[in-house]
């Protein structure tokens, strides 16, 4: 049998808790020899319990998980050729650096010169030399990481796992210590996955990202795939800063946001197809536009026998300086508030143009255009869905039999939201918000764990807690078709 290229491989993972609640659903993901892999996502993704999966300490529901081509799905963490760095170092307060680091080989009983030889080259590696008989209490918390990595490589693993090692530390020493792991990284040739809600870690120390929510995976790739091409608007939203707008794809290599049609580089959406575009914020080009020539707008008119250069007209509303370069909030002229970065400042007031290169435009198929439910049709002009009934127009009752099981449509503009939850049909809590430039996309979840999606110009916070209202004529019932009702 020919042995695996990759070291660990996980098939269709599934963890669900006692309280059926799924922390990883469907997960799958191969690992090369020698990559550095980070899982990064928010907190209750699902990253701490897929590496765990993957040490032993917890075992997956379904799926399985393979080291070198075994099947370790039940095998206890000590069997596996895995290590695992902790947030917290959980070092020894009773031992010093040496007795730490040697803790694993004393107990295996390992030659005196032996383990002497190691420790000091485990310390070499993570820059702890002459640090072997300090008091572990008397570090500072990076240097008591380094000896936790320390202790977890002189058993030389195959594969570090390493859990938010770093995030204990202060930003200056967090950003030192990132540097370090990627030289220790190479210097060791052992596969490294690590996992980070940081973002920005991510991107600068891995070969590839694993980008997650909710127990499922949305999309691995390299920090550049990830970060240039995001394949949603949650990867979009997640990693780095940007402008994410509703758009229409008219025909291959044209797309059509903030109301003005762009060439892009994307193709086979179809023609007048509703999709997400991205832009970032750096790639929106912006110069000063004198106030007549702003009046008369559009690119495509001819200004003084000169074509403008520009594609958007727009007012500078915000200026803050962000250390290397300035984060500008511009409102173009037809309403739609985008974010600019630029190593110049554009003051608030300032009237400017604005230009998007057509490679710089990344196009996103929609993960949905409406809200969907399963319904049934009952007495009375009412259907039920999202376990509530709800009213509906004499007229669209009147085409559907009592009892019928039915599609249900709902916009997302047509969900009313209320402050009080004792004025909404159903109740529910803002679960993740994004903003599209002239509007809110919310996801609101229902306590039933139901999703429901709303567009809205209210500015709502995380966790605040909503009445949900649906005006009757706003939904609409269609039939099942035959296939799916057999
Ligand atoms: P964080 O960054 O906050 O550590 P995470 O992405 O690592 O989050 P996990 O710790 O993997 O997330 O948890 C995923 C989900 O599973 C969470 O909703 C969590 O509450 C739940 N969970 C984790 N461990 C258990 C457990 N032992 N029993 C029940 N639920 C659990």
New binding site residues.
């Given amino acids: 049998m020919q042995k695996s290229d990759f070291i660990i491989e996980v098939n269709h993972v599934s963890k669900q ?3 059926g ?1 799924f ?1 990883l659903d469907d997960v799958s993901l191969s690992v090369k020899k020698g990559e550095f892999v980070t899982i990064l ?1 928010p ?7 897929l590496l765990r999966c993957i040490a032993g300490f917890q075992v997956a529901t379904e799926g399985d998980i393979l080291l070198n081509g075994e099947d370790v799905t039940t095998m206890p963490p000590h069997l596996r050729d895995v290590n695992t760095v902790f947030q917290k170092y959980a070092l020894f307060p009773h031992l010093n650096v040496f007795d730490n680091v040697a803790f694993g080989l004393k107990l295996k009983k390992i030659d005196k010169k032996v383990i002497e030889k190691k420790v000091k080259q485990a310390l070499k590696t993570v820059g702890m030399t002459d640090y072997e008989y300090r008091d572990v209490n008397s570090l500072s918390g990076g240097q008591q990481q380094r000896v936790a990595i320390a202790r977890a490589i002189i058993n030389e693993p195959e594969v570090l796992l390493l859990d938010e090692p770093l995030a204990a530390l202060d930003l200056k020493m967090r950003k030192d210590m990132q540097m370090e792991l990627r030289e220790m990284h190479k210097k060791l040739g052992i596969t490294f996955i690590y ?1 980070t ?1 940081d973002q920005e870690e991510a991107l600068t120390l891995s070969d590839r990202v694993v980008v997650m929510s909710e127990g499922k995976i949305q999309q691995i790739g390299t920090p550049m795939d990830v970060y240039n091409e995001p394949q949603n608007s949650f990867v979009a939203d997640f990693i780095g800063e940007s402008n994410i707008l509703d758009a229409t794809m008219v025909k291959d290599g044209v797309v059509n946001f903030c109301e003005h049609d762009f060439e892009c580089v994307d193709k086979g959406f179809g023609e007048n197809t509703e999709v997400d575009v991205v832009v970032r914020p750096e790639d929106i080009y912006i110069g000063i536009v004198p106030r007549s020539e702003a009046t008369v707008q559009n690119s495509s008119e001819i200004q003084g026998g000169k074509e403008s250069p520009w594609q958007l007209h727009g007012e500078v509303k915000s200026c803050i300086f962000k250390g290397v370069h300035y984060e500008m909030t511009v409102l173009t002229e037809e309403g739609y508030e985008l974010m600019i970065q630029d190593y110049k400042a554009f003051e608030s007031g300032t009237q400017v143009g604005m230009l998007v290169k057509p490679e710089d435009i990344q196009v996103m198929k929609k993960e949905r255009v409406c809200n969907t439910f399963d319904g049934e049709v009952l007495e009375d002009n009412q259907v039920r869905f999202l376990d509530e009934v709800w009213d509906i127009p004499e007229r669209v009752a009147e085409r559907f039999e009592v009892g019928e099981e039915v599609e249900v449509e709902v916009d997302f503009n047509r969900i009313n939201l209320q402050d009080d939850e004792e004025d909404g049909t159903l109740c529910g809590e803002v679960y993740f918000i994004l903003y599209k430039g002239d509007h809110y996309h919310l996801t609101i979840r229902t306590d039933d764990g139901d999703d429901l999606y709303v567009d809205t110009n209210d500015v709502w916070d995380d966790g605040d807690r909503v009445g949900i209202r649906i005006a009757p004529s706003y939904i609409r019932l269609y039939k099942r078709s035959q296939s799916e009702a057999l």
């Fill in positions: 808790f006692e309280d609640k922390a996502g907190s209750g993704c699902g990253k701490t319990t996992v809600h």
